[in-house]
């Protein structure tokens, strides 16, 4: 378990969507007010200008009394062709309920709907939560079973924030079980990391989320080596975020951050590329101004669901150094579709997808 308190400037402002008004309680300011955020998944992939970045839908608490659930269709990332195309078609993330017939999991892990959900109290005090299990896939292994191709399951994966007042910004971020797929390639239960810890392991049987530049040489996928590292998270800037996702003045954060780095290797074990990456699973957090005190509970119109809304930025050459996290979304960020936000670099060469 994960609890900390951490105290940062404040930062950008939020882009506020369309609720309907409460009748009874105040709103909270959509600047410098309470405020939470719960995300099921996101990933960035490589470095620099190359990087593609995914984040998936991302809960933001109301402005009066309510909450915004994540809907259930949300259950893989990457889920579509331009999900895949900036973050690679090779890593599968399963989250959510399965397909009993395609279980990814090892045996015993039940199928189940997630609980991703950011909520503004009657006391206007902002709490987030996000639960489920996960399974990462590298579908390239090409098993003969789903879970052949697992190499990392979260099981009862939660993290949750709550900032109630100055001395009460909290975090937890746990899991029952962690297992992963070893060097010798069988799928190992792990000890599960506790707060400042974390699981390092090194030379694993899985290769990149995407497929690499054809020019620096002809990849051995038997000599490929992926180096894992997992850990809990517990500070706001480890979170992967949107633009409109803003930090307070007082600020709690948690999830479960996972870092690959994959050494693509030829025949010889001379390697071709690093591909670095990284994943974080049911991050959360939620910030309130310095001088926060709950209100009176009072009554009020449950909100509608509010969310960051989905935006694709389309495959373009790039000059200077945009970080992918930092670009608007599609029309302002006023779109109200399901998708999730995703930024991609064209990379120097094109790259063959490959189907999940």
Sequence with gaps: MTRFVTKLAAGTTALALAAVPGVASAQVDEKTGPVA????????????????????????????????????????????????????????????????????????????????????????????TAETNYALQDVTIGGKTEIDNTV?????????????????????????????????????????????GELKLTDLPFGAPRDTDPKKGIEDP????????????????ALLRQQQWRDGELNAAAGWLVEIVTHVKDKDEKVLEDVKSQYVFGGVSCSIPENFKPADPQSSTPQVPTKIPAGAIEPRDVDGGVSPLGLTLLGGGLLLGAGAVLTLRRRPAPVDERKS
């Design 152 to 196: 990392l399951v979260l099981d009862k994966a939660k993290s949750t924030v709550e900032c109630a007042g100055s001395d009460k910004v909290t975090g937890t971020t746990t899991a029952d079980k962690l297992w992963v797929r070893n060097a010798e390639g069988d799928l190992e239960e792990q000890e599960v990391p506790a707060a400042g």
């Design 222 to 237: 038997a000599k490929t080596v992926s180096d894992l590292t997992v850990r809990p998270i517990s500070e706001f800037d």
């Design 37 to 128: 955020y719960a995300n099921a998944a996101a990933a960035k992939v490589g470095e620099g200008e190359g990087a593609g970045t995914v984040v998936t839908e991302t809960q933001k608490s109301p402005l009066k009394a309510g909450e915004s659930r994540l809907a259930q269709e949300r259950n893989l990332l990457p889920k579509d062709e331009g999900e895949k195309k900036a973050i690679g078609a090779n890593y599968l993330v399963h989250l959510g309920k399965y397909n009993a017939d395609h279980n990814p999991y090892p045996e015993g892990i039940a199928s189940r709907d997630h609980n991703v959900v950011a909520t503004l109290k009657d006391t206007n005090v902002p709490t987030a």
